[in-house]
């Protein structure tokens, strides 16, 4: 678990060095610009948030199987479960996760709640180049945090005292918790749906199934954005 803060210290550092950068630009470009404003802005600047994650996510990855290298006695291969299934248990999964998400669909439907948040339309509307949020929302993204969560952070929570139910509620408790984007209703919906990347993760041992799954759904949630946000 240090090694994990470590790992997300980083990943949070090269985001601020990010916004530092484009503030600094921004700035000289634009001296008598209200510095306050604008991180208020860039808080929700979809641009900054992808930069942020593409450049992010790839480093911290790297780092992640670096210190497996460094740490543990295990292979990579080994430590972080890189095997595969067959495809009968990775459609019965994928059963699963299709029932949780329009589950989810009918349930935010009937709340009255926007399908797609507001705060993630805006993401995409303000990313200026749509290449780079689907390769950060459904490419870097997942990776680094399927390796993150369910690759690092699992196994270490699985090897202790708390075992699989452990690992699976800390690291969808933790998930969950990153998203300080959304409200407490989408928190709930990212928990739920770690609890079922976690509990796959258990079951099938496999990180490439959690992570098709992850891609999966924010490949939908991307899809929907597109449809329900005009972005």
């Known amino acids: 678990m240090g090694l994990s803060v470590v790992v997300f210290l980083v990943f949070v550092g090269i985001s601020v060095v990010i916004l530092f950068v484009i503030g600094t630009a921004?700035?000289?470009?634009?001296?008598?610009?209200?510095?306050e404003e604008f991180v208020e802005a860039?808080?929700?600047?979809?641009?900054v948030a992808f930069l942020g994650i593409s450049l992010a996510a790839p480093v911290c990855t790297a780092l992640v199987l670096l210190l497996i290298k460094l740490k543990a006695t295990l292979s990579v291969e080994e430590y972080l479960c890189l095997v595969p299934v067959g495809a009968r248990t990775a459609l019965i999964w994928f059963a699963f996760l299709a029932l949780v998400?329009?589950?989810?669909?009918?349930?935010?439907?009937?709340?009255?709640?926007?399908?797609?948040?507001e705060v993630m339309a805006e993401l995409f509307r303000t990313s200026h180049f749509v290449a780079l949020a689907w390769f950060a929302v459904i490419f870097a993204g997942p990776i680094f945090e399927e390796v993150f969560f369910r690759g690092f952070m699992f196994r270490g929570i699985q090897a202790s005292g708390?075992?699989?139910?452990?690992?699976?509620g800390i690291t969808a408790f933790t998930w969950a918790a990153i998203h300080t984007q959304y409200d407490g209703y989408l928190l709930a919906t990212v928990f739920v749906l770690?609890?079922?990347?976690?509990a796959a993760r258990a079951v099938t041992g496999s990180l490439y199934l959690t992570t098709a799954m992850h891609m999966a759904t924010n490949l939908i949630a991307t899809i929907e954005i597109t449809l329900f946000a005009g972005s």
């Open 26 to 35: 921004y700035s000289a470009n634009n001296p008598n610009a209200d510095i």
């Open 42 to 47: 860039a808080a929700t600047n979809g641009f």
């Open 101 to 117: 998400l329009i589950g989810s669909d009918l349930l935010t439907h009937s709340l009255g709640r926007p399908i797609v948040p």
């Open 162 to 168: 708390l075992g699989n139910v452990g690992a699976i």
């Open 194 to 198: 770690g609890i079922l990347f976690g």
